[in-house]
């Protein structure tokens, strides 16, 4: 099989392993930089893979309005089109059409929408979306669903009914994963016996991996952490499980104790646009006076690239600059710290010692006393 996950040893319900795919096997526990428009903002290919990125994502939405599936397509793929040679995942474009988009009608067939870049009548329902993945050419590919807003009961309650519906379009319009693996959405919101409805009616088309949706957009940390409680063990022991869109230091800690398996999110290059740096203290407002005259590293410890050459004081200069280069730097930083956060979580569940590990790492980042 091109697509295959074994699970290699766990800590509770949390688990250490490798998903293998077409282009390169992933290990997880994963957190996964955001290329939305086939690029990480700032971040050449050649530094993700020097921080060691093992999946990429992009957004079929965004390419499927510009420059277009089909030129990616003839231009050899996302992977040739991009230059990453590693795994990538699509998610479906619908979060992006509820989202972004002015919205002219969903009905149980799609969604009709204008684009935000032209104002042009656009059309997608669940064939569309595989469709404009399977010329995309990701590996990791995304049924197309509802997201709504998680803690309105009626509304999430036909969001559920919409998603079951079009995954099973998606499955019919793709029934093969030896090449792609289409993965499920399981929403809900926070409401369990709604999460369990739709998980149920999931598991019965047998994706190759289920991804948790409908989180980290708009509840609180709470209610998301209760949610992945009862979410979870919903899900086979045997196939990854990914949350989507959730990448706060403190967020990754708990979905990894609660058997999360891949993680994505676009805060870490954002933040960077900000001028925010992340480290083990927390968020550090890199365009802060005190930081003028600091020669000390971004984070100390820190191997990443920024960290091993500039001071904070040059840092500091290339954002009052409105230099790229501080930008890049501090992308580089921030997608540094949250995979090698991700590596030490996985190294902790190998060695025995996943509660050692999350407890120092968050009484130092949330600055408990």
């Given at each position: ?25 992933i290990p997880t526990p994963v957190f996964a930089p955001v ?72 009905d149980n067939d799609g969604v009709t929408f204008r684009s ?116 979870v063990p919903m899900l086979p022991d045997n196939k990854p ?129």
């Amino acid at each position: 099989m091109s697509f295959e996950f074994e699970v290699i040893k766990t800590h509770g319900r949390a688990r250490a392993g490798i998903f293998h795919t077409p282009h390169g096997s992933i290990p997880t526990p994963v957190f996964a930089p955001v290329g939305t428009q086939a690029t990480v903002k700032a971040v050449p290919p050649r530094d993700l893979h020097e921080i060691g990125a093992s999946l990429v994502l992009a957004n079929t939405y965004h390419l499927h309005l510009r420059p277009g599936d089909e030129l990616v397509h003839e231009m050899g793929g996302l992977h040739r089109f991009m230059a990453w040679s590693g795994p990538i995942l699509t998610d479906s474009g619908g979060f992006q059409v509820f989202s972004l988009a002015e919205i002219n009608k969903i009905d149980n067939d799609g969604v009709t929408f204008r684009s935000h870049l032209d104002g042009s009548k656009r059309r997608l329902t669940p064939e569309i979306s595989m469709h404009i993945q399977q010329n995309l050419g990701a590996d990791i590919i995304m049924c197309f669903d509802e997201c709504p807003i998680p803690t309105d009961r009626r509304i999430v309650e036909a969001a559920v009914e919409r998603t079951t519906l079009w995954a099973e379009r998606c499955r019919e319009a793709h029934p093969d994963d030896s090449t792609q693996a289409l993965f499920g959405i399981v929403q809900g919101g926070v409401f369990e016996d709604l999460r369990l409805r739709s998980a149920n009616a999931l598991l019965s088309l047998n994706f190759p991996g289920y991804a948790v949706g409908g989180l980290a957009v708009g509840e609180t940390k709470e209610q998301m952490y209760h949610a992945l409680d009862f979410t979870v063990p919903m899900l086979p022991d045997n196939k990854p499980r990914y949350l989507m869109g959730v990448g706060e230091p403190d967020d990754l800690v708990q979905g990894v104790l609660r058997g999360i398996d891949i993680f994505d999110c676009v805060m870490p290059t954002r933040l960077a646009r900000h001028g925010a740096a992340m480290t083990k203290d927390g968020r550090v407002n890199m365009g802060n006076a005190t930081h003028i005259r600091d020669p000390r590293p971004i984070d100390e410890g820190c191997t990443c690239y920024c960290c091993q050459h500039f001071t904070r004081a040059y840092v500091r200069h290339l954002l009052k600059a409105e230099e790229i280069l501080g930008y890049t730097l501090l992308s580089v930083h921030n997608l540094s710290f949250l995979i090698e956060h991700m590596r030490a979580m996985r190294t902790a569940i190998l060695e025995d010692r996943l509660p050692q590990y999350t407890h120092a790492f968050l009484q130092r980042y949330m600055q408990i006393a």
